[in-house]
Nanobody, 128 residues
Framework: QVQLVESGGGLVQAGGSLRLACAASGHTFSRYSMGWFRQAPGKEREFVAAISWSGGRTYYADSVKGRFTISRDKAKNTVYLQMSSLKPEDTAVYYC?????????????????????WGQGTQVTVSS
């Protein structure tokens, strides 16, 4: 079992920045491809960004491309989402997710069903 705990959410003005972190514990010797998703009030949860096990491949939703950066620190078992130029429409609960992958995997994943573990979420609110 893997536990994922997000942190770093909060209230920020439009144009500002936040950095979310997702710390993994449990079977941390396993290999994980990681992703970030978000869910705004009254909307379906949507894909935001993903990073491969190696960290060498990333993938972003069009809505955040150029503004958000996903990265990971394997030594700390932590994945980050640096969010810049935030907009009110970025307001949502942000979730990190993990998928167990083979050691040779360079894949990223953008579908919820492709992930094995989820965090509890952290609220991001962007005021106009």
């Amino acid at each position: 079992q893997v536990q994922l705990v997000e942190s770093g959410g909060g209230l920020v003005q439009a144009g500002g920045s936040l950095r979310l972190a997702c710390a993994a514990s449990g079977h941390t010797f396993s290999r994980y491809s990681m992703g970030w998703f978000r869910q705004a009030p009254g909307k379906e949860r949507e894909f935001v960004a993903a990073i491969s096990w190696s960290g060498g491949r990333t993938y972003y939703a069009d809505s955040v491309k150029g503004r958000f950066t996903i990265s990971r620190d394997k030594a700390k078992n932590t994945v980050y989402l640096q969010m810049s130029s935030l907009k009110p429409e970025d307001t949502a609960v942000y979730y990190c997710a993990a998928r167990i992958v083979p050691s040779y995997s360079t894949s990223t994943y953008s579908e919820e069903s492709q992930y094995d573990y989820w965090g509890q979420g952290t609220q991001v609110t962007v005021s106009s």
